[in-house]
C-alpha cells in the first residue's frame, strides 16, 4: 500500500486493489446474490441491457460511469450480441486515523465521495481503466505503486470533473442536513449523523460544507444554538439557565462563555444592549426601525424612505430568489435580523446561523401592531406611542378637510398590475382612504371586508373587467404599476359600457395615483399618503 499526499479529499488516504478487469460478459460480482465486498469503478463503454442497484432498476447507457460503494448489490441482465464492453476496478481504501512517534494507524471507509451513475463521460478516463485492466495481475503482484497512482489519478480526476455536475443535487443534501440541525439543535448532532443523512463521505461532506457556510457543521450548528437562545432573551423573561437547557447546554457557565466566544459579550448584556446592529429583510419593516429613530446597519427599502445605510437587494416575496451571499450579511456582524414571516423560511435556509432571526406577521396584523411588536422588540415602545399620537392629529387634521370638501362620498380603489385588476379594502393603498379620512367603502367591498378584523387578513378583490359595475362610488383611485398598465387601463375604459357608466367617471371624479408610494404600507410611508391626499383634496 502507498500513501498519497495530495488532493483535499484523498490526503492521507492509501489504497488497494483487489481487482482490475475487462469483460465482454456480466461479471461474476454483478449478478445480484451478494453484496459488494468492495468499492467497485464500472465504466460501460459499450453495451445494452439493465442494471439492478440495490434493486432500483435502469437502463445501461453507453460510454457511463458508476460507482458502486462496499455493500451495494448489483444485478446487471445484457442483451446477447450488444457488443459488450465493460471496465471495472475494485478497491478498498483507508484513511489516516492516528499519527504518532510510534507509526501510523488507519481504518477502512466505507462509503465513498460519489456514489451511483456520474454525470461525466467515461470516455475522458477510459484510459485509466484500459491501463488498469490490461496490467491489473501484474499490477497487484509486482508494481502495485504503479497501480495505486493511476487509481489515486482516475479518482481525482472523478471528483474534481463529477462535482460541478453534481452541485444541485449536493446542495439538496447539504439543505438536509442543515434543515435536521435547524429542529435538532437541542440535541447532540455528530458530523457522522449528518454526513448519513446526506449519503456522503465524513471527511468529503464536511468540506463540502464549508464550502458553501463558509465554516464547519460544529460551528454552524453552535451558532444556530446561539441564535435561538438570542430570540429567547429578546422575547421572553426565560432566566439564562433555562435557555442553556432549552439550546442543548446543561451547563448554564459553559453555555455563557461559548455565548461570549461566538457574541462578544455575555447574555445578560446582550439583553440590555441599546445599539443592536440590526438587518432588514422587509422595507416595511426597515420603515417602521426609521420610525422608532433606529438606522439598520442594512436593509431593504422603497424608494421614499429618507434613510442611509446600506441597501440590499433581497426577495419582496417567497417566491422570488435569493442571490446575496451569505458573506455579505456576516461581515456586518448584526445582532438581530428582521423580516415579514413570509420570507422567513428562505431566510432561515441562508443565514439562520449568522444571527436571530425574528420574523413579524405581516398579513395577520395591522401597520399598529407590525409598529408595537417591532418596538417591543428594541425597547422603544414610547417612540411608538409619540408616533401614533401624531399620526392620529395628522389624520384628524385632514380628516377635516376631507368631510368639508367630499363630506361622506363613497370611493373604490382600484390596483392595475398587466393583466390583473384588484379592488383593496382597508389595507395597503386603503388604509389611507377607509381608516385614515373614514369615507365608506363599495358595499361589496364592505360585505367582504365585514369578515375579517379591520386591517388584517383582507386585502383585495381580483376582478374582471365587466365586475366594475358592482363597485359603484362617488370617486374612484386607480393605481397602475406601470405606464404599460396604465395606457391599458386608459383604453379599457374607453372601450368598455361598465367603466364608461360607472359614477365617478361619469362625474369627473377618478384619479390616478402613484403606484410606488401608495403601495407602501409602514408608518413613514402612510405619513407622505396623507400629505400627498391633503394636496389633492386641496385641488377638488
Not at 413 to 431: A, E
Request: aromatic share 10%.
Amino acid at each position: 500500500m502507498s500513501t498519497l499526499e495530495h488532493g483535499p479529499l484523498l490526503r492521507d488516504v492509501i489504497f488497494e486493489i483487489e481487482q482490475a478487469g475487462k469483460s465482454m460478459e456480466t461479471p461474476s460480482w454483478a449478478d445480484g446474490t451478494i453484496p459488494l465486498a468492495q468499492h467497485i469503478l464500472l465504466y460501460i463503454a459499450k453495451g445494452d441491457g439493465s442494471l439492478s442497484i440495490n434493486g432500483q432498476s435502469s437502463r445501461i447507457e453507453r460510454d457511463s460511469l458508476h460507482v458502486l460503494t462496499l455493500g451495494t448489490t448489483l444485478d446487471m441482465q445484457l442483451l446477447s450480441d450488444s457488443g459488450t464492453e465493460l471496465y471495472w476496478v475494485a478497491f478498498d481504501w483507508f484513511r489516516l486515523s492516528e499519527r504518532s512517534d510510534a507509526g501510523r494507524s488507519y481504518v477502512r471507509e466505507t462509503s465513498f465521495p460519489l456514489q451511483g451513475k456520474l454525470k461525466v463521460s467515461g470516455k475522458e478516463f477510459k484510459r485509466y481503466f484500459y491501463l488498469l485492466a490490461s496490467d491489473g495481475q501484474q499490477l497487484k503482484e509486482r508494481n502495485r505503486l504503479l497501480g495505486q497512482q493511476y487509481l489515486y489519478e482516475l479518482l481525482e480526476g472523478l471528483l474534481r470533473q463529477a462535482e460541478p455536475a453534481a452541485n444541485h443535487e449536493i446542495e439538496d443534501r447539504l439543505r438536509l442536513t442543515i434543515d435536521y440541525m435547524q429542529s435538532h439543535y437541542r440535541e447532540e448532532i455528530r458530523v457522522n449523523k449528518l454526513a448519513e443523512l446526506a449519503q456522503l463521505h465524513p471527511s468529503y461532506y464536511a468540506q463540502v460544507f464549508k464550502r458553501s457556510m463558509a465554516k464547519t457543521p460544529v460551528s454552524y450548528l453552535t451558532h444556530l444554538r446561539m441564535n435561538k437562545a438570542k430570540e429567547m432573551l429578546l422575547m421572553t423573561d426565560m432566566p439564562v439557565n433555562d435557555i442553556a437547557a432549552d439550546v442543548g447546554y446543561e451547563d448554564e457557565f459553559y453555555f455563557s462563555r461559548r455565548f461570549k466566544e461566538t457574541s462578544g459579550y455575555s447574555p445578560t448584556i446582550y439583553t440590555k444592549k441599546q445599539d443592536l446592529n440590526i438587518i432588514s429583510l422587509s422595507s416595511p419593516y426597515t420603515d417602521h426601525l426609521y420610525t422608532l429613530g433606529l438606522r439598520p446597519c442594512a436593509a431593504q427599502m422603497h424608494r421614499f424612505l429618507p434613510l442611509v445605510t446600506t441597501e440590499l437587494t433581497l426577495p419582496k416575496h417567497a417566491t422570488d430568489p435569493w442571490e446575496i451571499s451569505r458573506q455579505a450579511f456576516s461581515d456586518m456582524r448584526p445582532d438581530l435580523i428582521v423580516c415579514k414571516d413570509n420570507v422567513l423560511s428562505k431566510a432561515k435556509a441562508h443565514i439562520n446561523d449568522i444571527a436571530p432571526i425574528v420574523p413579524i406577521p405581516w398579513a395577520s396584523k395591522d401597520i399598529y401592531t407590525h409598529l408595537k411588536e417591532i418596538a417591543e422588540l428594541v425597547d422603544k415602545e414610547q417612540a411608538a406611542n409619540n408616533w401614533m399620537d401624531n399620526h392620529e392629529r395628522l389624520a384628524e387634521h385632514v380628516r377635516r378637510k376631507a368631510r368639508k370638501t367630499i363630506g361622506g362620498a363613497t370611493v373604490t380603489i382600484c390596483v392595475v398590475r398587466k393583466n390583473d385588476l384588484r379592488v383593496y379594502g382597508t389595507r395597503n393603498i386603503g388604509h389611507i382612504f377607509y381608516r385614515s379620512l373614514q369615507l365608506e367603502l363599495p358595499e361589496r367591498i364592505s360585505k367582504t371586508q365585514g369578515a375579517h378584523p379591520i386591517g388584517t387578513g383582507f386585502n383585495w378583490l381580483s376582478i374582471k373587467p365587466d365586475e366594475i359595475k358592482e363597485f359603484e362610488s362617488d370617486y374612484l383611485f386607480i393605481s397602475c404599476e406601470t405606464e404599460a398598465d396604465r395606457l391599458r387601463l386608459v383604453k379599457l375604459i374607453r372601450a368598455n359600457p361598465y367603466w364608461m357608466k360607472h359614477p365617478a367617471i361619469q362625474n369627473n371624479k377618478l384619479f390616478f395615483i402613484d403606484w410606488e408610494k401608495w403601495i407602501v404600507y409602514a408608518p413613514h410611508g402612510i405619513n407622505q399618503q396623507l400629505e400627498e391626499i391633503e394636496r389633492l383634496l386641496s385641488r377638488m
